[in-house]
Structures are given as structure tokens and as C-alpha cells.
């Protein structure tokens, strides 16, 4: 970072309301000024093929200017979108750095060569990785300011204890601070807006949301996205807000609002939403021509509005400063945005070898020994019956309340995870503690702060995780059925699991998202048998864990709660309550290394790599292979999908020379389809038959339970193969 505090801060406190002195208006247009300087010689280099992107954040100067002269870097928190230039150039990030991202240095502070232009990050600033998804962020800025609330509410819990997670993560929070989230109108359309503004809404919490609207999205006009063309008409009735409806071409107006709705937050009053009326002067960005779908005449309405324009107008009419002045300060800005792509051309891209840092923490490796904490505190044979009997559901249970006992920064919440929302209710009532019973006794015994029900809402659940867990906190939230977790999809794939390797390791959400998953229910049907685990193994920075039984679930689960990247656990809702698998309390700190496949029933003639609730079926069949067929067969349990355990197949594969792998999931594209590809590839020169795979066929699971035994595969499927591929 080259510049920490942005001269601004030099001319003294902006007011919240009032008129500012004369040298804060140069100091507004200097800022001003100089972002468009950067848009343009930006362009010029776009146009000489020297950069590969541009978006400009001319017209919208003003309204961003405004709104971070408001506010306090490095002590608030800011979530901009991509055509925030003048709003960071306010914030303090300066024109070099802004030039290393667009040239795509090694150095570029903000990604490391790996986003495009004006995807800003600046830890000291407090400014947030941004993606180029469109309303992602404004969840991650009301996580950020629940976590600000907890840690001021609870500052003990901020402390930090070697030895898991939190040892990485300073945590930083002031008691007052605010979080400011940006937006354009035709972003407003996405739900995870509505979203943002519910839970802002309903906690009273400290988020400003700066629409900055500029008529259009792209081609589309406001009034195709907005109905009535006026988002603040829409959101009016939305509880605890301050509102502001704003001339965005004028810097002071917009000072004004954002102070007010500072002040508003600040207060504990609830969140604001300054809405700013702006012009886009240029196109939407360098790949597209607004004239193919603006007339002439809206154009040129536009380019009358320039924020600039008016501003240097009113700077010379106020007698601030005369025209040769400012003709004067303009070319040192334009000489500085020229001088900053210059140096920035020099630096060196970064090495290829540095492509694969930051996808996963780099501090602290889930597959280490150190996880492998303590031996479970019984051995197996010698407890009795009744106390062996804990099921899968249990020890997730025990896990969950021993590691909140532990650490303070764990808040747990989804669809009915609480006991009871309202209290008089818990004074009576048993408690939910979800749909499974998974976090029942919870809230009850770690307040309605740690534990409670969130809205009917997926993006809202791992969205606002993404928030807490990037200011140090340890969300462990459950999405209700894997079935539902396609509307948070987008949060988890381009947010949860990306927001590490997008930033170059300077930010990172280390949350745990638990989710019931599978069939086999007699009646599940479509929309509660799913499996797709594949999907999420193929996105980069996201751990996959799925046990198969209750001891390996509360060792396991333990591991994602401590460990420092974003974990998907998978717990299979028909092994929640089986026979099988059931275990002892294994006491409070048993934890297993992820990446350690467990051989759960050794053999020497065949393989079968399995995981879920496959493993009893599998089990099941390998039994009837022996009795029946003399066939003897090895199953590994892979416990954890990513990573997994390529030495523990390759080790088994080399003895038995044949494998199959089998899995709940529909065949083709399945998780098994990686494994059998690699094995084939790999050792090849081990195998004595062809790699087989088993899984459900390629439809969705059926109700009538006829229908759902034929798709999902059953011990008898297995049973099959394993005597098809011995003979073959
Ligand atoms: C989720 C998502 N969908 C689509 C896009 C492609 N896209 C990028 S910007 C944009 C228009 C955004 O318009 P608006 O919110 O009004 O902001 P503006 O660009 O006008 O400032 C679209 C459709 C995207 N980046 N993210
Ligand atoms: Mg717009």
C-alpha cells in the first residue's frame, strides 16, 4: 500500500452537516478529479493493449467522495463494488496501487495480479476483497457489522488461543463502527439484496447501503429493474432506517446524507440507505458502446450533469479558485495518474508458481498430525452397551456444545437451528434446536446471541457468514437440506471459497457450513434425497467432509470448526439415528486430520473406495461376497472428499489390483468419476481389470419407494459388481 491516509483527512473533520471549509471543496475535487485522471489514462492504456479491462467510475465521483469523506478508513469497514474508484481513492488506496492491479503486477496490494481492475482490498483500510458478482457483498457487510456488535459486546472473545483458527485472525472492532455496503440500482433486483436489507432491518445493525444509481445496468434501463423506476419508494417501509434520496452529482449533498447516516448507526438507531442519483458518462465499461441503446439526447442530458463540471463551476463562482488554478491542479492529477501507470507498467507480473497460494490457509493444514488431538478418552470394548450407544446425531450435538464451551467466537444459526425465537416460549417449550434435532439445547444453554434462527433466506445464511468470519468470527451455520442449498451456491462458490486465493491470502472465511444430506428415507422424494457432493469438490478453496458414523462425524466435525479454511460438512440424514456406527462420548477434544481415509474392513483381493452411507451397504455386501463367493474384499471409508486420501487408494489398489468406487450420487460426473480417472492414470500398471464405478442412476430420487430402491444403489448393486469385477 502506498499511501495510508488519504490527504482528505489532512484538512480536517468533513461535517455531518453544515458547509465544508474551502480547502475541504479543493480537497473534494482533487479526489474527484484525480479518480477521473485514473479512468482515463486507464482507457489510454486499455486502448494501447497495455491493460486488459476497464470500468470507470465516471459520473458516480461525486456521490463516493461524498460518502467516504463521511466515514473513516481503517476504522469502519467498506464493502465497495467495482465502480467505486473515487470512493477508494478517498479511502487512501492510491493511483500506483490501483495501476498494479490494471497491469495485473505480482505487486498489485489488492490481488496479486489475479482480479481485474477496480476489485479493491486493502486490509489497514478496511476495505474487503470485492468480486464482480453484483450484490454478494452486501451480505458480507451485515455479517461484518454482527460480528463488530459481538466482539464489542463480548471483547473477551476476541482473545486469541494458539492452536486453531484464531491464531491467524487479529481481531479489530471499535464499538461504534459501521460497515458501508455500495450497490448500483440495477443490482437492486438480485434477492440477496432483499436479504441484506431484512437482517440489517431486523437487528437494527450499523450498515449504510449506498445505492448508486445511474439509470442503467448494463443496456437496461432502471424502470425495467426497479418497479415505479425508484428504489427508495420500494424500501421505505422497511423498519429502523435512516433514509436519504440524493442529488448524487453533488459531493456536499452526498457528504451531508452519509454523515447523517453515519451518525444514524453509530447511534445504535439501525442502518441507513442513501440513495444517490448519478450519470454514467461513459459506456459500462470499455467492452461495451452505450449508443447502441441510449438516444442522443440522454446522452448529452447526462454529460450536462458531469459531477466534475459543476464542481469546478461552483469552485471558481464561490471565488475558491480561479480557472488557471484549477487548470493548474488538473494537470499535476493527470501528471500523477501518468507517472502512476509508468511505474506501474515496470513492475514484473507474478510467477507462475505462485498461481496455487492461497487456495487453502496456508497457516494451518487440516491434514496435520496436530489434529489428530487425543485418542478418544474410552476404548470401544470396554464401555458398556448403553454408553456406546451415542448416534451419529448425538456426538455432532456433544461436538458442537464442546467447542462453543471452548471458543466464543462460534455463533451458530440457519432455518429453526434455535430452540424457540421468542422467549416466553422457551419458558414452557422443549425446543426445536432444528428440523434434526442437531443443535438442540443450544440456544438454551449459550443465549439467543450464539445460537438463533435466521430467515428463510440460503444466501443470507453463508452470506452473512462470509462477513463474520472475515472479522475473526466462527460461524458454524446449517443450510436445512442439501436439497435447498442453491440459492447460497453463489455465495459459497464465488464468496465462501474464493474470497482467499481472489485477495492473495489477505482475507479468508473460515466457516463451517453443516448440511443433511442423502436418501435412502422411504419417501424422501426429489426434494430431500439429494446428493451432489461433486459439485462442491470442484470448487477450488472448499474443504468436503461426509462421514459415515458418530465417531468420525464428532472428530471430523471438530477438525472444520478449528481448522482455517471454509468446510462443507455433509452429515447423511438416514446415518443420523442407525444402528450402525454408533459410538461413546469420545470427550472434548478428539479430533481427525482431514485427508485420512480409515480402512474399515481390511481385505486382499479387491478395493472398494466408498464414503457416506454407503460404507454400511458396502459393508454389507462385502460380508455376502466372502460367505458366498470366497471374495475378499478391502473398503476404505474416505471420510473427507477434499482432501482425500490418494495414498490410502493407492496403497490399497497396489495390493488388491482391483477397485471399485462407489457412491450415492448419480453416476455420470460423480465424485467417482475423478478417482477412477486417476487410478486408471496413475496406476495403471496395478490394475488387473478395469476400474469400476457404482452409483445412483442419472435421475432424481424418486417418492413411491419402489422407484427410489432402483435409483440408489443398494448392498445387493454392490454385491454384483464386486463378483463381476473378481471374475472379470
Ligand atoms: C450476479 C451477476 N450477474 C451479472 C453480472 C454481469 N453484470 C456486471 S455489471 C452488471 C450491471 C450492473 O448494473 P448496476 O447494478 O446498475 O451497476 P452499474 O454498473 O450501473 O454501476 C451486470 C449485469 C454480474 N457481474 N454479477
Ligand atoms: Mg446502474
Redesign the pocket.
Known amino acids: 500500500m502506498e499511501v495510508a491516509i488519504s490527504r482528505a483527512r489532512a484538512t480536517g473533520a468533513f461535517p455531518a452537516s453544515g458547509e465544508p471549509t474551502a480547502p475541504q471543496l479543493v480537497e473534494i475535487y482533487r479526489l474527484m478529479f484525480l479518480s477521473r485522471a485514473v479512468d482515463d489514462r486507464e482507457i489510454l492504456l486499455k486502448r494501447q493493449q497495455k491493460i486488459f479491462f476497464q470500468i470507470s467510475a465516471a459520473g458516480h465521483e461525486a456521490l463516493q467522495v461524498g460518502a467516504a469523506l463521511a466515514l473513516r478508513p481503517g476504522y469502519d469497514w467498506f464493502f465497495p463494488y467495482y465502480?467505486d474508484r473515487a470512493l477508494c481513492l478517498a479511502l487512501g488506496v492510491s493511483p500506483y496501487d490501483m495501476m498494479l492491479q490494471a497491469v495485473g503486477a505480482a505487486d498489485d496490494p489488492a490481488s496479486g495480479g489475479r482480479q481485474m481492475p477496480t476489485h479493491w482490498s486493502s486490509r489497514s483500510l478496511h476495505i474487503v476483497s470485492t468480486s464482480?458478482?453484483?450484490?454478494t457483498q452486501l451480505l458480507h457487510a451485515v455479517g461484518c457489522a454482527e460480528a463488530g456488535r459481538y466482539f464489542s459486546r463480548h471483547p473477551e472473545s476476541a482473545v486469541k488461543d494458539p492452536g486453531d483458527y484464531r491464531e491467524f485472525h487479529n481481531v479489530d472492532f471499535r464499538g461504534d463502527e459501521v460497515a458501508l455496503a455500495c450497490?448500483?440500482?440495477?443490482?437492486t433486483s438480485?434477492g440477496e439484496f432483499w436479504e441484506a436489507m431484512n437482517t440489517a432491518s431486523n437487528q437494527k445493525l450499523p450498515v449504510i447501503f449506498c445505492i448508486?444509481d445511474?439509470g442503467?445496468?448494463?443496456s437496461v434501463p432502471v424502470e425495467v429493474n426497479t418497479p415505479g423506476g425508484n428504489i427508495s419508494r420500494l424500501v421505505a417501509n422497511f423498519p429502523n432506517f435512516y433514509f436519504a434520496e440524493i442529488d448524487g452529482n453533488d459531493p456536499v449533498s452526498s457528504l451531508r446524507a452519509f454523515g447523517q447516516a453515519a451518525a444514524h448507526c453509530r447511534a445504535g438507531r439501525g442502518p441507513a440507505l442513501v440513495h444517490g442519483h448519478c450519470v454514467?458518462l461513459y459506456s459500462?465499461s470499455l467492452s461495451d458502446d452505450d449508443k447502441n441503446y441510449r438516444s442522443a439526447a440522454e446522452r448529452e442530458a447526462d454529460a450536462l450533469c458531469d459531477p466534475i463540471a459543476r464542481m469546478r463551476t461552483r469552485l471558481i463562482a464561490d471565488g475558491i479558485l480561479t480557472a488557471a488554478e484549477l487548470d493548474e491542479l488538473e494537470r499535476s492529477l493527470d501528471r500523477e495518474a501518468a507517472e502512476a501507470a509508468e511505474r506501474a507498467l515496470q513492475s514484473p507480473p507474478p510467477a507462475v508458481e505462485s498461481i496455487v497460494t492461497h487456495v487453502y490457509s496456508e497457516d494451518l493444514d487440516p491434514t496435520l498430525a496436530a489434529f489428530a488431538t487425543e485418542q478418544p478418552e474410552f476404548p470401544v470394548e470396554e464401555v458398556g452397551q448403553k454408553a456406546a450407544a451415542h448416534t451419529m446425531a448425538d456426538l455432532i450435538n456433544h461436538c458442537l456444545r464442546d467447542e462453543m464451551r471452548r471458543d466464543q467466537r462460534i455463533v451458530i444459526y440457519g432455518e429453526d437451528v434455535a430452540d424457540a425465537s421468542r422467549d416466553e416460549a422457551l419458558k414452557e417449550a422443549k425446543g426445536k434446536g432444528g428440523v434434526f434435532k442437531l443443535t438442540a439445547g443450544l440456544q438454551t444453554e449459550f443465549g439467543s446471541e450464539r445460537v438463533f434462527n435466521s430467515p428463510l433466506a440460503e444466501a443470507n445464511i453463508v452470506g452473512r457468514a462470509v462477513g463474520y468470519a472475515l472479522r475473526g468470527m466462527k460461524p458454524v451455520v446449517e443450510i436445512q437440506f442439501f436439497d435447498y442449498i442453491w440459492p447460497a451456491m453463489h455465495q459459497i462458490r464465488n464468496e465462501l471459497a474464493l474470497l482467499r486465493w481472489r485477495s492473495n491470502g489477505t482475507w479468508s472465511t473460515p466457516a463451517v457450513i453443516r448440511v443433511p444430506i442423502g436418501g435412502y428415507l422411504t419417501g424422501g422424494s426429489i426434494y430431500h434425497s439429494q446428493s451432489g457432493e461433486s459439485i462442491f469438490t470442484h470448487t477450488p478453496g472448499l474443504r468436503v467432509v461426509f462421514p459415515s458414523n458418530a465417531l468420525d462425524a464428532n472428530g471430523l466435525l471438530r477438525t472444520a470448526i478449528r481448522c482455517d479454511d471454509p468446510v462443507l460438512f455433509l452429515e447423511h440424514k438416514r446415518l443420523y439415528r442407525e444402528t450402525h456406527g454408533r459410538a461413546a462420548y469420545p470427550g472434548p477434544d478428539f479430533a481427525i486430520p482431514f485427508g485420512k481415509a480409515k480402512i474399515v474392513r481390511p481385505g486382499s483381493q479387491l478395493t472398494l473406495v466408498t464414503y457416506g452411507a454407503l460404507v454400511p451397504r458396502a459393508l454389507q455386501a462385502a460380508q455376502q461376497a466372502e460367505r458366498l463367493h470366497g471374495i475378499d474384499v478391502e473398503i476404505l471409508d474416505l471420510r473427507t472428499l477434499n482432501p482425500y486420501d490418494w495414498e490410502a487408494i493407492a496403497t490399497s489398489v497396489r495390493k488388491t489390483n482391483r477397485v471399485i468406487v462407489a457412491h450415492e450420487d448419480m453416476l455420470s460426473w460423480g465424485y467417482g468419476a475423478e478417482l477412477a480417472a486417476r487410478i486408471a492414470d496413475e496406476l495403471f500398471d496395478d490394475l488387473d481389470a478395469p476400474v469400476r464405478r457404482i452409483g445412483a442412476m442419472d435421475t432424481f430420487v424418486a417418492y413411491q419407494p419402489k422407484l427410489e430402491d432402483a435409483i440408489l444403489p443398494q448392498p445387493e448393486t454392490i454385491l454384483k459388481a464386486l463378483v463381476d469385477l473378481k471374475n472379470y
Open positions: 465502480r464482480s458478482s453484483t450484490a450497490i448500483g440500482e440495477g443490482s438480485q448508486e445511474n442503467y445496468a448494463i454514467r459500462h
